[in-house]
């Protein structure tokens, strides 16, 4: 499984997003060395399970759902667009 995919399970599964998008942007950061072979990725995703949080709260959300992923430096970067329906 790429990291696009394991990264697309990990979310799907703890967060049920409508819209979920994922864009792979390693190549932009190639000879990063402080990336240690980690990936750069945006993510925008929308999901009931946001409603009522802030913005901090919603990332922590995402963050939780790929700590494993972080973990195990396959995302070394994440940048994250979380909304509800409504403000989608």
């Known amino acids: 499984m790429n990291r ?4 697309r399970e990990r979310l799907t599964a703890s967060l049920a997003p409508v819209r979920l998008e994922i864009v792979d942007d390693s190549r ?9 072979g980690g990936g ?4 925008t ?3 009931t ?3 009522g949080k802030g913005p901090v709260q919603r990332h922590r959300m995402v963050y939780d759902a790929l700590a494993e992923l972080m973990q ?10 979380a909304r509800t329906p409504d403000e989608n």
């Open 4 to 7: 696009v995919e394991a990264i």
């Open 28 to 36: 932009k950061h190639a000879g990063h060395a402080s990336a240690g």
């Open 40 to 43: 750069h990725f945006n993510v």
């Open 45 to 47: 995703i929308v999901s």
């Open 49 to 51: 399970a946001f409603s």
């Open 72 to 81: 195990q430096n396959e995302v070394h970067a994440l940048s994250i667009q």
